[in-house]
């Protein structure tokens, strides 16, 4: 008898502990299914420590590090903020070339790009010259994946990876450690656009990063610089375009063409081929020809060539950027009929790069963006969204470095005082590098070389180059 009823209470027992289970398992089930819809859920359940491991039982924080499923819903309600600096809004996929090419490590094949790199596997960094179409081509990738992922410029990680994660999260996950056990498991896999544009601590904080994630998806972007990179990564050098590319681009941008072209169909076509007959002639001398070609393997100028093909207009290869925006200005004074204000707005451009921001002054110079957003130029792209009481936003950024470029160099032209001194500056500043550059094409023969002496001495002197910085 007393054994029955032993029995009895020990089925009794097992009768309520599996119960209790099965309430606690369907309660956290419940939980992860409202968890997308419901901030508090996200807050008080998931992110935070205590209640996640008293509550949890110790089971749960492992299942949802390690569980696919739950890991995806965990990132689900934050994927537009995780990819919002990408701008996918305004990438069309049709405007991406595929021909591109990389240089594979190891083997040192040249391979086109795509299926180089058909997604973010292990820790990659891809270098490229500006312009070659890195951002691009990350833009394609993240358009194309089915995983979660997180887009972050390099300038936003100056206070680490983690911390610029955390804030895409909307301040939810607040549990850092949490949050590095999920990237540690590949929860979500990482794109860094950028590393030429930071300084060399922000670089050091980010490959420190990476090396201390190696099991992590990683993608990192740069133009060629001096540093030592994270020796988990492995480095693709993007390519520039060969001739054969070089047509083959001119031609697919036809699509992408102002609907009003003065040359399209056939006679585009044909404006292409006679173009590069013509600019490529083997009979100018090799420095020209080698410029030339240098210039014309850049995707990002070729596509400003083809915007002065479609309009009739012969390409001026080495002032690319300057030709473009007087095409620009002189349909702003038509349109508004009023002068381009372009030392105001390249002067705000400037305070707006010192101060890293990515959104043009949109108040203030709103008939200057509706210009340089028209269907012709495409000088910069537009986001919109609602804020929090439904009103409509919007905001317009660069489309590309070098049109911002363009205008922070007209800060730095003349021989004011106020000239010298950006030049002086910015000298070791990051953020000027493309500036630079852009100087050395510019400036009258005699102001170049003396730029060139100046950085040579600047370099001397702190041991780091303008170039390299």
Not at 12 to 29: D, E, G, P, Y
Request: charged share 25%.
């Amino acid at each position: 008898m007393q054994s029955q009823i032993s029995n009895l209470e020990g089925w009794q027992w097992f009768s309520k502990a599996r119960n209790t289970i099965i309430i606690h398992i369907v309660f956290w089930l419940a939980l992860i299914f409202a968890y997308p819809k419901f901030p508090q859920v996200q807050a008080i359940f998931f992110w935070n420590p205590w209640v996640r491991r008293i509550l949890g039982v110790g089971y749960v924080g492992f299942l949802l590090t390690w569980f696919p499923p739950f890991r995806r819903k965990l990132f689900e309600p934050f994927k537009p903020s995780l990819l919002a600096d990408a701008g996918l809004d305004n990438f069309y996929d049709q405007s991406y070339f595929p021909e591109s090419k990389v240089k594979v490590p190891a083997s040192g094949k040249i391979l086109p790009i795509t299926p180089a790199l058909p997604s973010i596997q292990g820790q990659i960094i891809l270098e490229g010259d500006s312009g070659l179409g890195k951002s691009m081509f990350l833009r394609h990738l993240l358009k194309n994946e089915e995983r979660i992922v997180v887009y972050l410029p390099a300038q936003k990680c100056h206070k680490g990876v983690i911390e610029a994660i955390q804030d895409k999260l909307h301040d939810q996950a607040q549990d850092a450690g949490f949050l590095k056990n999920l990237i540690y498991s590949g929860a979500i896999d990482i794109c860094i656009d950028g590393l030429n544009e930071v300084t060399a601590d922000t670089r050091a904080k980010i490959c420190q990063f990476v090396e201390s994630y190696f099991r992590g998806n990683i993608i990192m972007t740069t133009q060629p610089l001096e540093w030592t990179p994270p020796s988990t990564a492995k480095t693709y050098y993007l390519q520039p375009l060969d001739q054969q590319q070089i047509q083959e681009f001119l031609i697919s941008r036809q699509p992408r063409l102002p609907k009003d072209a003065k040359i399209q169909g056939a006679d585009y076509t044909k404006a292409c081929t006679n173009y590069l007959t013509e600019v490529l002639n083997n009979q100018q001398a090799k420095e020209e020809l080698d410029a030339i070609r240098r210039i014309l393997s850049n995707p990002m100028d070729l596509t400003v060539v083809a915007l002065m093909l479609s309009q009739g207009k012969q390409p001026n290869l080495f002032r690319l950027q300057e030709q473009q925006y007087n095409l620009m200005a002189a349909e702003y004074l038509q349109e508004w009929k009023q002068e381009f204000p372009l030392k105001r707005f390249s002067a705000a451009v400037y305070r707006m790069r010192l101060e890293d921001k990515q959104a043009l002054p949109g108040d203030e110079f709103h008939q200057v963006a509706m210009s340089l957003e028209d269907e012709k130029y495409k000088m910069v792209v537009s986001c919109q969204w609602q804020d929090e009481k439904g009103e409509a936003k919007k905001e317009w950024y660069f489309r590309h470095d070098k049109i911002m470029d363009f205008f922070l160099v007209q800060n730095f032209l003349g021989e004011t005082d106020a000239a010298e001194g950006l030049l002086v500056d910015t000298m070791g500043d990051p953020r000027f590098r493309g500036v630079y550059f852009l100087l050395a094409t510019l400036l009258e023969i005699d102001a170049a070389k003396k730029l060139r002496e100046e950085l040579i001495q600047y370099a001397a002197d702190t041991k780091v180059g303008i170039l390299n910085s």
